[in-house]
């Protein structure tokens, strides 16, 4: 428990909705704004700068002149690395209210707020400072007369569009090695989540990264998105967001400039567990906790589990002997671990899933409707539904919520194929105790990310990216630079 008094804190919490662009907090050069609530209580939060077009066309002219003028590019790695330090450090400074913004703005429960999303963003921040001045480039084997340099350079003019789920995390995913390799940034928040983003511009500025580095423009995916996908001067867009918004990504990035287009997109991730799994209560806590963190709006959520049949009724008794512990609860409660669904349009969503899979037959075992309504915020039970086909839609599309669907299976390589059967590729979990039959189900399953008796894992220092339609890039890692930098080759005479 961190003694914070958080209501009281969100009721004098000052919250900024301007843009920020080369420096500086502005309008929207069209005037207008948006109002941004929160789910926690439907309470309006602040007005957010509606970017356009003309607001686009400002911050890449900002980012341009930075990056022209060699105010960040032409630092030596070593300064970089101070700033970013400084920037992860104020972050941390700053703990408490990029918590907050954060928790108000998207739903999710303080205490994960501040232990999960501020700590993990800093440290990615800090890592990409930290790593920058350690990597070194290569000579590649040359002939007598000459040496051959591979050097990589930074790409240039960097657009990044973050989705609202860890919308400072995703946020920090971007600006890390994005900055650190030293290309200039303009940032577009999710228009559902976009807070902690403006707050973060503010102390990167204060940190030392110079103005026009780092641009944030809020806005909605259709007038600043779009904008930032067709523009001429964008060299990289780094997307995270929806299957569907990043092949329009892709298209954009195609029909203008050819900029590269990378994308992180969305998931939907099988966890088998078979009998011979080496610890029962390990993988039911695996399942139920990673399902149910975030609400269920996270793009590697366990939502497909697979357990073999012989030990489905024991799986399922200890399952739903958890489940109540993730009732929902006030989200500004350190105590609670399930907060509020990020908006109206997610809620109706997530609400029309659990109504098809009762529809197509499934049977509903806990959860299955809206939850603390006299809240005025926007709240979900967490959701079992056994008995899923895979033909159904709650087995097949992506959910974004508390929903798990449980499928029994007798045969392994059968749970594999069924595991496989799908458009995405983003993570996925076998459990058992015989590690060869681990290493085999691990090599079959196409998911970026495989997990063997245990689910959630994850370090900076690893790659985090999807097979298939999950996307085309890695975010995390040293091989995150391999998106925002060139490789170039100097051929000298000697
Ligand atoms: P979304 O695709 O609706 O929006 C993502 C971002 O794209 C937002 O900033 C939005 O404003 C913008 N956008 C929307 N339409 C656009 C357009 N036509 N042109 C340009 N920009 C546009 O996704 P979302 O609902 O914000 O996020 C949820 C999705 O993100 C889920 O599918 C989830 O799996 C995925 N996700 C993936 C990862 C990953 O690392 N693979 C991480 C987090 C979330």
């Not at 930074?154 to 600006?175: D, E, S, T």
């Not at 269920?296 to 799986?315: H, M, Q, T, Y």
């Not at 105590?335 to 049977?363: H, N, P, W």
């Amino acid at each position: 428990m961190s003694g914070t008094d958080w209501p009281a804190y969100a009721a004098r919490l000052e919250i900024k909705g301007s843009a920020f662009i080369g420096g500086e907090r502005c309008d929207a050069r069209s005037g207008l704004r948006f109002d941004c609530m929160s789910p926690v209580d439907g309470r309006k939060l602040a007005e957010v700068a509606r970017c356009g077009v003309a607001d686009v066309d400002a911050a890449v002219a900002a980012a341009r002149a930075a990056f022209e003028d060699r105010r960040w590019a032409g630092k030596a790695p070593a300064e970089r690395k101070r700033v970013l330090v400084r920037f992860a450090d104020l972050m941390l400074q700053h703990r408490d209210e990029l918590a907050l913004l954060e928790t108000l703005d998207m739903g999710k429960p303080i205490r994960y707020s501040l232990s999960v999303d501020v700590q993990l963003a800093q440290n990615c921040i800090r890592w990409y400072g930290e790593a920058v001045d350690k990597i070194y480039d290569q000579v590649a084997p040359s002939p007598e007369d000459s040496l051959a340099l591979v050097t990589r350079e930074p790409v240039g003019v960097v657009a990044a569009i973050i989705p609202w789920n860890y919308p400072m995390l995703m946020a920090a995913w971007k600006i890390g090695p994005a900055l650190a390799a030293g290309n200039s940034l303009v940032l577009k928040p999710s228009e559902k989540a976009p807070l902690s983003a403006l707050r973060l511009a503010e102390l990167a500025l204060e940190a030392g990264v110079p103005p026009g580095v780092f641009n944030v423009l809020p806005g909605f995916g259709i007038e600043a998105g779009r904008a930032l996908g067709l523009h001429m001067d964008v060299d990289c867009i780094a997307f995270t967001g929806s299957t569907r918004t990043g092949k329009q990504i892709v298209q954009m990035a195609g029909q203008s400039n050819l900029k590269r287009a990378w994308t992180e997109l969305g998931g939907k991730s099988a966890n088998i567990v078979c009998a011979d799994c080496p610890d029962l209560d390990a993988a039911v806590s695996a399942a139920i906790g990673s399902i149910y963190f975030n609400q269920g709006e996270s793009c590697n959520a366990p939502s497909r589990l697979f357990v073999e049949a012989s030990i489905k009724d024991a799986f399922l008794e200890r399952a739903l002997a958890l489940v109540p512990r993730f009732a929902p609860g006030d989200p500004l409660d350190e105590k609670t671990v399930m907060g509020a669904i990020v908006d109206q349009v997610q809620m109706k969503s997530v609400l029309g899933y659990i109504e098809s899979g009762k529809e197509e037959g499934a049977r509903l075992l806990a959860g299955g409707a809206a939850a603390r309504e006299e809240s005025g915020g926007l709240y979900v039970a967490p959701t079992l539904f056994d008995g899923v086909r895979q033909d159904m839609r709650i087995a097949r599309e992506e959910i974004f919520g508390p929903v798990l669907s449980v499928l029994a299976f007798t045969d392994l390589d059968e749970a594999v194929r069924q595991a496989n059967a799908t458009p995405y590729g983003l993570a996925a979990a076998v459990w058992t105790a015989d590690m060869s039959r681990a290493i085999r189900t691990a090599r079959a399953l196409r998911a970026g990310t495989v997990h063997v008796n245990q689910y959630d894992n994850d370090d900076i220092t690893v790659p985090f990216g999807g097979y298939k339609q999950s996307g085309n890039g890695r975010d995390k890692s040293l091989h995150a630079f391999d998106k925002y930098t060139e490789l170039k080759t100097t051929w000298i005479q000697v």
